[in-house]
Every structure is written in C-alpha cells, then in structure tokens.
C-alpha cells in the first residue's frame, strides 16, 4: 500500500505538532517538514525571557525537557520526519498536488508531491509606513535571530535609553526585559491606553499607574512619525505627533498579522480577518489542505465570530488536531474564549472573554465588577493584591469575560475563568464552585467568588456602584456629590482622596453620625477596597437615603493621582 504524503509547510509550534502526532498514530507516513528559517520547534514566548538573561542558553528554547535539541537531526532519528529548513514553499500546485520550493542559500528549486498538505506559516509583524525602520537598532521580535541581536545590543550596544513603539502584549514583555537590564524606557502608544485590545481602561490605567511608578516612560495619544539616525546608520531620536524622543535602541512591537499570502496564490479561501479560513477540523476550502496556527482564524465561542487571536497554546492544540485529521482522524478544534496571560515586571495580567466595551458594541446589557483583594487568606505572608473585573449579560446573568491584574496570582483566576466561559457558566454558578481552599493558595471566598457576590448583589439592586471613570467626571467638575470616606485613622493618614467635597466618617460610627450627611445630595462611599463602602451604601439606605452608591474597587483601583485639594484630580 501506498505510504500517506503528508507535506507541513512551517516547522514552529502547529508544524512541529503536526509532524509528530501524525508520525504517532501513522508508522509508515511519509511526513516532510519545510522551514524557512534555520530553526525548528522553538518557544517563541520564551524570547523575551532569553533577552533579559532568565535563560541563558539561547538552545534551551528549542530543546526538550530533557534538554535535547529539536533540530533535524533530531526530527530524522527520534521521529522519522524529514526536515528541509532554509527552505522556501514558493507556490502550491493544488491539482497537481504540488509545492514548489526553493533552497534560500543555494537557490536550488524543486518541487514535493503530497496527498495531505498542512499550512502552518505563522504571522509575521505589522511594519509601519515611517522613515527610518531600517536604520541599526531598530528591531521586530518575530524570530529567534531577533531575540539574539536584541540581547547582543543591550548587553554590548551601550544601550541607555529604548523606545517601544506599540503598548501591547509583546512590547510590555519586552520591556520588562529592558528595564532588567538597567535600560530606560519610553513606550508610544498611538491610542489612549495600554493594550488596548486585551483590556479594558480602568484596568490598563491601573496597570498605567504601576508601571509609571517603576520607572517606565508612557507616551499615550502620540503616533511616530519618524526615526532619525546618528549619521553612522544608528538609530537616535523617535520623531513622535507631539515630541521628539533620544533613543539608542527601538522596537516596533504594533501586532502581527496571518502569513497567508501562500494560501491566498493557491486560491484557499480567507475569513473576514484576514487569515486562511478553515473549518472545526481545520480544513481549509480545499480538503486536503489543513492550516493552523497564526495563519488561521479562530470561532469565539462566545459570539460565534471569527476572530484572529495568535497565540502559541492555541497554535499547539491546532497542530494535534491537524496531526489526527492528516492520518485518518475527526478531530476538531471548536473555538476560543480569548484567554490570554503575561507577566510584566512585579505584575500580572491575564483576561479571557470579553472585555466590557466588546460586550456593549454586540449589544449586552452589560453588568461589571472592579473588585480588588488579597489572592490569599490576608494574614497569609506571600498574600498579594490582586484587581479582578468580571463582566456579566444583566438579563441572562451569563458570565461574559474578565480580567484579573497584579502581583497576586491573576493566572490561576482567569484559568478558572476560562473554563466558566467555555461551560457557559453564570454568576450564580461561580461562588458554587468547589475551588481549593488553604491560606497558602487562596481567601476562604476566593477573590472570583467574591467579585461574582458583587455582580449578584448589582442585577439583586442591594449594591449600587460607581466606576473610578463616573467618580473622577464628577471630581472634575462642581457636581454637589458627597465623598464619604469609611476608612480608619491610618488607613485615612497613609492614603487620601483630597476634595473638599470628602466627609470623614469610620464605618464603626457611622450609624451614630448619620445626621452629619446631607440628604439632598448624591452619597458615593468608598474604603480601600469597595467592601465597607457598600456596607456603609446598605446602611445609609437603611436610614432612608435614596440616593448613595459606592465606589466600584475603592481607593485601590483608583487609577488617578490623588488630588490637589481642589477637586481638579487630573491623571497624569
């Protein structure tokens, strides 16, 4: 019988995945590999780590647990798997069942027959339109050749000062790399917030205020517009809508797109994102071509849309999918729920779902929590703050996404998190769940459970809240709202919200002071973390006043500047 042609053009994370699980459940396939690059199999997440020096050895990055390089040689013995790097697919001959490819060194062509052809060519960096992007210095982070000149740069460049230009995933990674380095850092941002289309903005100001008090330089609202060299090639000054900025290092980190101009020549249809479309099975239009990976798009499961969300994990599951389906399988990969994790310095973040302004432009009646909180029991000594927003459906109580942020363990939250999605679970389900429970790992009502009480509380009408973003419109303008402050004497000494419009009043005395409030003006009550001011909200309605709320995740998820003492709370 005739042996199965199995042909993966790209050999990283859905190529190298498919090759093996085909090789498993098909002894006597003929698999071939085509890579452009050198490199085969390489954890492109781990190249931010290698830049700041958390790995030291750049081959750790493409080796196995056991510390055995995935190179050819690897892939020919262990796997039986024929490996062509430095080699170029040039064009796909569907009926003739054809790829045309040529040797990127000697620039020999041939062509390779298959009966089944996996396309897994990756994305490939967003370039911007500015003068000065080929100037010296001024890196992608795409492929592990860019993680090695970032590193030999910073290590023997005399490298001072970096501009990022993009504040999403891959620049604040980046970034925290640079900044382990000693080297000083500006990020442009062209819109108004970091990571813009993972978070939410009371949340990516609070992860704003952070970074802003570790030293990093923010540029919001600015577009760059040109970079400007020192005469000898380098790259020296960041021409920006509203500055001019020294730099001796840039990165262009603004997204990546699908690699799918092979697939588009080959006449394989594309989704309305603009990557390769392919089915649950991961076919594309044409059935014997399978794609995976950052050329494809994805099913949300939560709208049903197609969506392009690249990510290595996702792009591992692709390729075992791909790998049953090559070899006779009905494997299928269904969707995602958007779950996306990342470190950056001291902090956490992670989000699955979607965000509150996602939920609204697809017409949710939205109902959001900002809820922060130890991520252990508080008397534990490794507990750690962390900032959890939950956005729910108000009519059906479905639970919709969420995002978790801080030096707490946000990761273990959102996995939680993005299982609930996934089941389609609600926030009546979420404080049901029957989660770990021991000071070391968790409070005995873990922080997601607790943010859930606080959703019900809303759709229930016993909490009424306002958002940091309502509070602070009010803050800069003569609205008669009173600010009272629930807190302690020290609590009050060591943080303050200075307004003339605040009233000082403990929780502990506030039934026997409650003659001291106005009742014809608008109560917002506050503590640190929101839970006595909706206790002082529940006592104030008790003693008749219509109209008190409570400020959504208190002072601590306050992203603004404190305050002058005028009410004028500019951020800055």
């Not at 609070?206 to 919001?220: P, Q, T, W």
């Not at 001796?248 to 080959?266: E, F, S, T, Y």
């Not at 989660?435 to 229930?460: C, E, I, Q």
């Not at 800069?476 to 020290?490: C, E, N, S, Y």
Request: with cysteine.
């Amino acid at each position: 019988m005739k042996p199965n042609r199995i042909l993966i053009i790209g050999g990283v994370a859905t190529g190298a995945k498919a090759a093996a699980r085909a090789r498993r459940r098909d002894p006597h396939a003929e698999i071939t590999i085509v890579e452009r690059g050198r490199l085969l199999s390489y954890a492109g997440c781990g190249m931010p780590y290698y830049i700041q020096g958390q790995v030291h050895d750049f081959h750790e990055l493409m080796s196995t647990p056991v510390g055995v390089v995935r190179d050819g040689t690897f892939f020919q013995n262990v796997k039986d798997i024929r490996v062509l790097n430095l080699t170029l697919a040039e064009k796909i001959d569907r009926a003739r069942r054809m790829v045309a490819v040529v040797n990127v060194t000697t620039g020999e062509k041939s062509e390779l027959p298959y009966d089944k052809l996996v396309i897994a060519t990756g994305g490939v960096p967003f370039e911007p339109r500015i003068e000065g992007v080929n100037l010296n210095r001024v890196f992608r982070l795409n492929l592990p050749d860019d993680a090695l000149a970032i590193r030999e740069a910073t290590e023997h460049g005399n490298i001072r000062r970096a501009v990022l230009i993009g504040g999403g995933l891959i620049g604040l990674e980046t970034a925290e790399a640079l900044v382990a380095r000693g080297i000083q850092v500006t990020i442009v941002e062209m819109l108004d917030q970091l990571l813009p289309a993972m978070l939410d903005w009371e949340v990516a100001a609070f992860l704003e205020k952070y970074l802003r008090g570790r030293g990093l330089d923010i540029r919001l609202n600015q577009k760059v517009t040109r970079l400007e060299g020192d005469g000898d090639g380098n790259v020296a000054r960041v021409h920006t809508t509203a500055e001019v900025i020294e730099a001796q290092m840039v990165l262009i980190a603004i997204g990546i797109r699908p690699n799918v101009q092979l697939a588009k020549d080959a006449g394989l249809a594309l989704g309305a994102t603009g990557a390769i479309a392919v089915n649950e099975q991961l076919q594309t239009s044409d059935p014997d071509i399978y794609a995976g990976g950052d050329c494809v798009e994805c099913t949300h499961l939560l709208t049903g849309q197609k969506v392009f969300v690249p990510l290595g994990s996702t792009a591992n599951k692709h390729g075992r999918v791909i790998g049953d389906n090559v070899t006779g399988g009905k494997s299928t990969f269904p969707g995602i729920v958007g779950t996306t994790v990342f470190k950056v310095l001291d902090y956490n973040l992670a989000r699955t779902g979607l965000t509150e302004k996602q939920a609204r432009q697809l017409g949710h009646d939205v109902l959001t929590a900002l809820v922060p909180g130890p991520d252990r029991a508080h008397y534990y000594p490794t507990a750690a703050t962390l900032l959890v927003k939950l956005v729910a459906d108000a009519k059906s109580g479905k639970l919709l996404g969420a995002q978790a942020i801080g030096p707490g363990d946000a990761v273990k939250r959102i996995d939680v998190l993005g299982t609930a999605l996934t089941l389609g679970a609600t926030i009546d389900h979420l404080p049901d769940l029957d989660l770990g429970y021991a000071p070391p790992y968790s409070s005995a009502v873990d922080p997601l459970a607790h943010a859930a009480n606080v959703l019900r509380n809303k759709r229930d009408g016993l909490a009424r809240a306002l958002t940091p973003q309502q509070l602070k419109t009010k803050l800069d303008t003569d609205d008669p709202v009173v600010l009272l402050d629930v807190r302690t004497p020290p609590e009050r000494d060591q943080m303050q919200l200075r307004d003339p419009r605040v009233v000082w009043i403990p929780l502990g005395q506030l039934r026997k002071r409650v003659a001291e409030i106005p009742r014809d003006r608008e109560i917002v009550c506050y503590c640190k973390v929101s839970q006595r001011g909706y206790e002082a909200q529940r006592i104030l309605d008790g003693e008749g006043f219509t109209n008190v709320k409570f400020l959504d995740g208190g002072l601590v998820a306050w992203p603004y500047p404190f305050g002058d003492g005028n009410g004028q709370a500019e951020r800055k």
